[in-house]
């Protein structure tokens, strides 16, 4: 027989929000919010402390309405580079129980523990292990850094998420096999990772409210109202995914250098993509040459919002390092891959096929080498203005047509981790192993 594996899935409460307040005591038992600058009256809450969020104010909300829910909202700024730190101290802890610890996005992560839990086949005790290992890491976090953790323990990576969004905050929970009908069948549909708001009006008009309804569904109807997606929330209900839990440890040598962020807003149309993508570009460009390197493939990765990925890539006639070649090639992509369906939520661009800056190469009579060696030399004195005076001493004049979207800080400093879709080739294949164990 097969034995279940064990799968943490820890989620920092609150997190930039706690940081925060770990330098902020005199906000103690107060409403903190993180996000832009109400003086300048522009930017988003990208999380508040829970005093906060008990009075109405929620992630994503813009800083007026926050105020209109909270009055008395204490707004600190976003320091990223604080929440990069907390955030490799807490996976150092992780890693110290596992080698395998997936990250997803800055605040979370999956860890499984069955290699390390002594695993004999007996599933209770299997579970105990996982409980007490979740205890013994939720301890440490407290203690070593400071805030807390909500962790959920159970056989695979979706019910242990759940687990960690059922109690919060400073909660473990745990989904067994005894147990997971009674706990998890009854929950709304929507709390089911990859369900979003449009899936879930889907579900609900074909009958399917629970997450219990949906795992009892036909999968060859799912199949027929939602596609090969319908199979795989088929899956995930019924506890039966296997996705691996990626090894943390295991790098590669530098294959791409790349950039992506969450829009202050949702991007609407071409014009306001077209915006970002220059922010990233510009980004980009830059990382590239500090590491001396030039890319010859293009890509692009678009996440709507419904938390679908989508991604395409493009190979140029020359290696480059130059913002408005990126650009170019990426928005020119874009058109072909994004048919606006729905909002965009997030957007990021990497340059891959990456090549030293000074190899020698063949060059086209079809490429104006002289105009590209200007765009270098102009590229490079921008990084130098804004190196000594600041990111806005100077900008494309595309930025002045929406002052709320060019705002967001797309620089090297200020790039971020974002979660991957499970639709990625990364995570693919456990649904599909599953799918195609069965027949279907």
Known sequence: MTTDRIILHVDCNCFYASVEMLYHPEYNGKPLAVGGDPEERHGIVLTANYIAKRRGVKTGMALWQARQCCPDLIFVPPRMYLYLRFSRLARAIYQEYS?????????????????????????????ANGYRIAQEISARIRRELGITVSIGVSWNKIYAKLGSDYKKPDAITVFDRDNYQKLIYPLPVSDLLYVGRRTDKKLEKYGIRTIGELAGADPVYLQNWFGKIGLMLSVFARGEDRTPVNDFGVEAPIKSIGNSTTTPRDLVNNEDVRLVLYLLSESVSERLRQNHFEGQVVSVYVRDNDLWGFHQQKKLAAPTNISGEIENAAFSIFQRLYRWEKPIRSIGISVGDLKPENQPRQLSLFVDEGRRERQKRADRMVSLIRSRYGYAAVQRGIMHEDPYLSSLNATAEDHMIHPHSYLEHGNRSGCETVLLAEGR
Not at 113 to 118: A, K, M, N, V
Request: aromatic residues 6%; charged residues 35%; contains cysteine.
């Open 99 to 127: 080698d395998k610890v997936e990250s997803f996005g800055l605040d979370e992560c999956w860890i499984d523990l069955t290699d390390c839990c002594g695993v004999l086949g007996d599933r209770t005790r299997t579970i």
